[in-house]
T-cell receptor, first 114, second 113 residues
Framework: NAGVMQNPRHLVRRRGQEARLRCSPM?????VYWYRQLPEEGLKFMVY????????ESGMPKERFSAEFPKEGPSILRIQQVVRGDSAAYFC????????????FGEGSRLTVL | ELKVEQNPLFLSMQEGKNYTIYCNYS?????LYWYRQDPGKSLESLFV?????AVKQEGRLMASLDTKARLSTLHITAAVHDLSATYFC?????????????FGKGTSLLVTP
């Protein structure tokens, strides 16, 4: 499957634990984007990364959330000390350029915080 | 705050019928995107509308953009069951960014025999 791969697809955490979500972009894509979809809401932009660089994190909550895209390996969205309000679907997208206007999305990681 | 509003949010229609989904937005963006999502699946890009008056068609779906009215429509012609999905419209949070998109809540479409 040459698409955007996200794992885990489903993750359950208790309040206060850490959640790590991974995203491998499509082959040949070097730009990664993370979005969050809260229940009954549309997707909201969180962060845009290139290899080893955060380009735009204007949509990231100021605390507990971080993202990276290392030189080797997948992009990781990390949520520390999760709270119930973090329960959502987290989508990763990739593109071959930064501003093509067409994003290729993964199937999402659904986080449930108990 | 940028608002993207779709209506209807839920739509049940019979096969063979026509219908239009509306997307209103609150910025001066001249670019609008339509995506489709099947349950539990990824979002698939349907159309990228790049300027006022743009019209694109793919099969039974046709999308148009009126930037003056800040309105896009997704028209469904002679619906078939395979079109059952959730359809999202989105606009650039900052005009021209192309990646930081604000999505509507989606229109869940069910096509019945």
């Amino acid at each position: 499957n040459a698409g955007v791969m996200q794992n885990p697809r489903h993750l359950v955490r208790r309040r206060g634990q850490e959640a790590r979500l991974r995203c491998s972009p499509m082959k040949g894509h070097s730009h990664v984007y993370w979005y969050r979809q809260l229940p009954e809401e549309g997707l909201k932009f969180m962060v845009y990364l290139q290899k080893e660089n955060i380009i735009d994190e204007s949509g990231m909550p100021k605390e507990r959330f971080s993202a990276e895209f290392p030189k080797e390996g997948p992009s990781i969205l990390r949520i520390q000390q999760v709270v119930r309000g973090d329960s959502a679907a987290y989508f990763c997208a990739s593109s071959p350029q930064g501003t093509t206007g067409e994003l290729f999305f993964g199937e999402g990681s659904r986080l449930t915080v108990l | 705050e940028l608002k993207v509003e779709q209506n209807p949010l839920f739509l049940s229609m019979q096969e063979g019928k026509n219908y239009t989904i509306y997307c209103n937005y609150s910025t001066t963006s001249d670019r609008l995107y339509w995506y489709r999502q099947d349950p539990g699946k990824s979002l698939e890009s349907l159309f990228v509308l790049l300027s006022n008056g743009a019209v694109k068609q793919e099969g039974r779906l046709m999308a148009s953009l009126d930037t003056k009215a800040r309105l896009s429509t997704l028209h469904i012609t002679a619906a078939v069951h395979d079109l059952s999905a959730t359809y999202f419209c989105a606009v650039d949070i900052e005009p021209g960014s192309g990646y930081a998109l604000n999505f509507g809540k989606g229109t869940s479409l069910l096509v019945t025999p």
